[in-house]
């Protein structure tokens, strides 16, 4: 079951992904716009816990920098949260395939409101979650290593960018790979033995 839905999930990861981002990207750029002047010296992090709280690097206050990651939590939060319209979304584009049709990212957002069968099972999606959570983590790092030779003063739309397609890959592959699996079923009643009279 898990490794059908894995095929399934990898065969289209390009539109899960492109459905995940539209959620994700916006959300971290807008986090790293506002707190582009506390990311200009996130590598100073250790050092810079251990100033006094009055103090300020670069024009920014050492508190602001707990701040952003605050918020960077926060934002964590609303891609969780996005996770079942990605699973929407992603119920959509299977059926579309299924019907013979070539899946769209539009489509796909059009359809939202459509709730489908029930929810999948639990152990599979757990080791989904898994998988997606390794993934995103190592896009996460390539981007931020991209990110970190980019200038200064852009550097921030590369974190968040990197930041939101980490997220959109995890959201792509665990949302994904639920929605390809099947719905849990219900506990099935014994039907009744039929009789041969004859």
Known sequence: MLDRALSKTFADLSTLILIACVFTVPIHVV??????????????GPEIAELPEGRQVRGVPVTDVGLERK???AAMLLDLAAAVLVFRAARRVFAVIEEGGTPTVPDALGHL????PGPPPVGPVVVL??????TGWLV???GSRLADMAPA?????????ARGVGMGVVLAIAAGGAAALPARSA????????????
Do not use: C, N, Q
């Not at 790293?32 to 200009?40: C, G, H, I, P, S």
């Not at 979650?129 to 390794?134: C, K, Y």
């Not at 506990?187 to 004859?198: G, H, M, Q, S």
């Open 31 to 44: 986090h790293t716009y506002v707190f582009r002047a506390e990311l200009a010296i996130r590598e100073l």
């Open 71 to 73: 918020w960077l939590a």
């Open 113 to 116: 409101g459509s709730r489908g």
């Open 129 to 134: 979650v898994a998988i997606a959570g390794v």
């Open 140 to 142: 996460l790092a390539i």
């Open 153 to 161: 003063d852009v550097a921030w739309l590369g974190v968040g960018a």
């Open 187 to 198: 506990r099935a009643t014994p039907v009744p033995e039929k009789l041969d009279l004859y």
